[in-house]
């Protein structure tokens, strides 16, 4: 199989996601080194955002989250490619660097882009309405939806912010809920 080509620059956390990265498409990336992103990484994603567009691509963990929230927080119209937790076990580590080529190309297949919001598409009260808060199930819920939607898993809060800041259709996510209730 030839491996596809990413025209956009890939940030990851370091050279082993890049070494990883690189197995399974041809791309270049950015290393942040550690959750302590500095100026210099940040101007470097600047410069590639303007000439060739980037992805942010970090681990399901706690520190990736740190690291793409502060790359969100100064570019909000970045595109982020999402790795379920699952995809990404390694020995007794979790990481993009574990992660099967299929399922990097899958994550980089299907990135997402902030968009403004102009209007809420989703309340609080539509959450526990969907099952997605409040509820003994919620936790599996929010498993199945955000793997399924391939935007990272979420907490309840987090996971609306997400469904409105990507513009995601409330009949999709009834969709995806609806076929979670018929497997089970």
Request: aromatic fraction near 4%; charge should be negative; glycine fraction near 4%.
């Amino acid at each position: 199989m030839e491996k596809p080509v990413i025209k956009e620059i890939i940030v990851v956390e370091g050279r082993d996601d890049t070494r990883r990265l690189k197995e399974a498409v041809i791309c270049e990336t950015i290393e942040t080194n550690g959750s302590a992103i500095n100026q210099r990484t940040l101007d470097e994603i600047e410069v590639a955002l303007n000439t060739r567009g980037a992805i942010i691509f970090t681990d399901p963990d706690f520190p990736g989250h740190k690291i793409r929230n502060t790359i969100i927080e100064r570019f909000p119209n970045i595109k982020e490619a999402f790795l379920p937790k699952h995809k990404a076990l390694g020995h007794n580590s979790v990481g993009v660097e574990h992660a099967h080529p299929e399922d990097i190309r899958s994550a980089l297949e299907n990135c997402r882009t902030s968009q403004q919001i102009e209007e809420e598409l989703f309340t609080i009260q539509d959450m526990q309405y969907l099952k997605l808060s409040g509820n003994s199930a919620a936790k599996e819920r929010r498993e199945y939806l955000t793997e399924r939607l391939n935007i990272g898993y979420a907490n309840a809060t987090q996971l609306r912010k997400k469904l409105n800041r990507y513009s995601i259709s409330p009949e999709r996510v009834a969709e995806i809920l609806n076929e979670l209730e018929v497997n089970n």
